[in-house]
């Protein structure tokens, strides 16, 4: 018979350290989000190229870079989607700048013939600043990419962007057809969003940014719910579903219900980013799946590298094992931690304020 004393103890130590390492997660991606927002290193990694192991996931700093990047991945059979890393856009000139980049872009996937299409952000090219200055610039952007039959997908950011965005969607729709958006499954709304925009081609996702519990699932329990529950109603009924995760369960899952329901492969992609389980895009592109790599590319790419970090903290050993060693690696807990103390510190002082 079992030691029931010696088990409870077991099942106590497993829960215990379950719990630190949640706690550990959690204050790492607090930090890296913090990092990402920091507008003084995203300023001074733009000076020194590809740091700190970047250059694993972001596909270049320059388009002629970028582009040998892409006719790799299509020499096995894999589409990219491309995205002009750009963060912290407060002025029309910065707007207009991205705007021009992605316009030089579209013609250097063009001139190259290569298999690829432009994902973009709306706060890049100005939603910040005003809505109709960013669908201006969005529909030159759609204009010259319809010229070459060209696919621009509107990537979604946090909650206050999100109906601005699809407000720009249902505008540009009124003349394009080359255009499409990411549905975040964290979202309450988010079924009520693909229903009604069941005939875009869209994106789902499970969302990357830290959304209040007002709006969006918390848990990755009711999250990966609802990202099966959507995939599999956009799969039936929706008109092209890019699948975006890493998530080897989804992929499987997606596999068997396409498989059962006689979904043929043209209806659907996977979709993963540049760099990350490498392996695995090029495997279901050998098993004839259509694959895409989302692919980033500027000098601009710190925010993204840190966001990348924060939603799987263990990244870090996979992308910059070659700078970081033991050492580094607990100074960034130390970091992390005199970090989250300093903001425990301050919400406390503004919590005394408050009284
Ligand atoms: C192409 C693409 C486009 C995106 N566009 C947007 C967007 O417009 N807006 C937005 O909010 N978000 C976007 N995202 C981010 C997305 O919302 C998620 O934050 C991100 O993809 C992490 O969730 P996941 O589904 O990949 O799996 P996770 O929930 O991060 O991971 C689930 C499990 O998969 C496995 N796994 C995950 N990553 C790895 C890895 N690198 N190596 C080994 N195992 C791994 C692990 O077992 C892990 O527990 C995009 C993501 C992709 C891939």
Redesign the pocket.
Request: proline share 2%.
């Given at each position: 018979m079992p030691n029931i004393t010696t088990s409870m103890k077991e099942h106590d130590i497993i829960k215990l350290k379950h719990h630190k390492e949640y706690v550990i997660m959690a204050v790492l991606k607090d930090f890296f989000i913090g990092l990402s927002e920091n507008q003084m290193l995203n300023t001074a990694a733009k000076k020194y190229g590809l740091k700190l192991g970047a250059q694993r996931v972001v596909a270049g700093t320059n388009i002629s870079e970028t582009i040998e990047s892409i006719k790799k991945l299509n020499a096995h059979g894999i589409s990219c989607t491309v995205d002009n890393l750009g963060e912290f856009v407060y002025n029309r000139e910065e707007a207009l700048e991205a705007k021009e980049q992605i316009l030089q872009v579209i013609e250097a996937i063009h001139n190259h013939q290569v298999d690829a299409h432009i994902s973009l952000k709306p706060s890049q090219l100005g939603l910040d600043i005003d809505y109709d200055f960013c669908l201006n610039n969005l529909k030159e952007i759609v204009m010259k990419a319809k010229s070459y039959d060209m696919f621009i997908n509107i990537?979604?950011?946090d909650y206050k962007r999100l109906q601005p965005s699809f407000d720009i969607l249902t505008e540009l729709s009124k003349e394009f057809d080359n255009v499409g958006t990411?549905i975040?499954a964290y979202f309450f709304r988010a079924e009520e969003d693909m229903k009604k925009f069941k005939d875009f081609r869209l994106?789902i996702?499970?969302?990357?940014?830290k959304e209040p519990p007002e709006v969006a699932y918390q848990s990755?329990e009711d999250i990966d719910k609802n990202f099966i529950k959507l995939i599999e109603w956009h799969l039936l009924h929706g008109k092209f579903t890019s699948i975006?995760?890493?998530?080897?369960?989804?992929i499987n899952h997606v596999k068997r219900f396409v498989q059962e329901n006689n979904i043929p492969n043209d209806k659907f992609e996977f979709?993963?980013?540049y760099g990350?389980?490498t392996d695995m895009q090029l495997q279901l592109a050998r098993e004839g799946y259509n694959f895409c790599t989302?692919v980033p590319f500027g000098n601009d790419w710190f925010g993204y590298f840190m966001r990348r970090l924060a939603?799987?903290p263990q990244?870090m050993n996979?992308v910059v094992k070659q700078v970081f060693n033991k050492r580094t690696n607990t100074m960034i807990g130390l970091a992390a931690g005199a970090f989250m103390l300093g903001r425990w510190t301050k919400k406390g002082k503004k919590k005394r304020k408050r009284k």
């Amino acid at each position: 018979m079992p030691n029931i004393t010696t088990s409870m103890k077991e099942h106590d130590i497993i829960k215990l350290k379950h719990h630190k390492e949640y706690v550990i997660m959690a204050v790492l991606k607090d930090f890296f989000i913090g990092l990402s927002e920091n507008q003084m290193l995203n300023t001074a990694a733009k000076k020194y190229g590809l740091k700190l192991g970047a250059q694993r996931v972001v596909a270049g700093t320059n388009i002629s870079e970028t582009i040998e990047s892409i006719k790799k991945l299509n020499a096995h059979g894999i589409s990219c989607t491309v995205d002009n890393l750009g963060e912290f856009v407060y002025n029309r000139e910065e707007a207009l700048e991205a705007k021009e980049q992605i316009l030089q872009v579209i013609e250097a996937i063009h001139n190259h013939q290569v298999d690829a299409h432009i994902s973009l952000k709306p706060s890049q090219l100005g939603l910040d600043i005003d809505y109709d200055f960013c669908l201006n610039n969005l529909k030159e952007i759609v204009m010259k990419a319809k010229s070459y039959d060209m696919f621009i997908n509107i990537d979604m950011e946090d909650y206050k962007r999100l109906q601005p965005s699809f407000d720009i969607l249902t505008e540009l729709s009124k003349e394009f057809d080359n255009v499409g958006t990411v549905i975040q499954a964290y979202f309450f709304r988010a079924e009520e969003d693909m229903k009604k925009f069941k005939d875009f081609r869209l994106r789902i996702v499970k969302g990357a940014y830290k959304e209040p519990p007002e709006v969006a699932y918390q848990s990755k329990e009711d999250i990966d719910k609802n990202f099966i529950k959507l995939i599999e109603w956009h799969l039936l009924h929706g008109k092209f579903t890019s699948i975006a995760t890493h998530d080897h369960n989804i992929i499987n899952h997606v596999k068997r219900f396409v498989q059962e329901n006689n979904i043929p492969n043209d209806k659907f992609e996977f979709q993963m980013l540049y760099g990350f389980r490498t392996d695995m895009q090029l495997q279901l592109a050998r098993e004839g799946y259509n694959f895409c790599t989302y692919v980033p590319f500027g000098n601009d790419w710190f925010g993204y590298f840190m966001r990348r970090l924060a939603e799987r903290p263990q990244n870090m050993n996979l992308v910059v094992k070659q700078v970081f060693n033991k050492r580094t690696n607990t100074m960034i807990g130390l970091a992390a931690g005199a970090f989250m103390l300093g903001r425990w510190t301050k919400k406390g002082k503004k919590k005394r304020k408050r009284k």
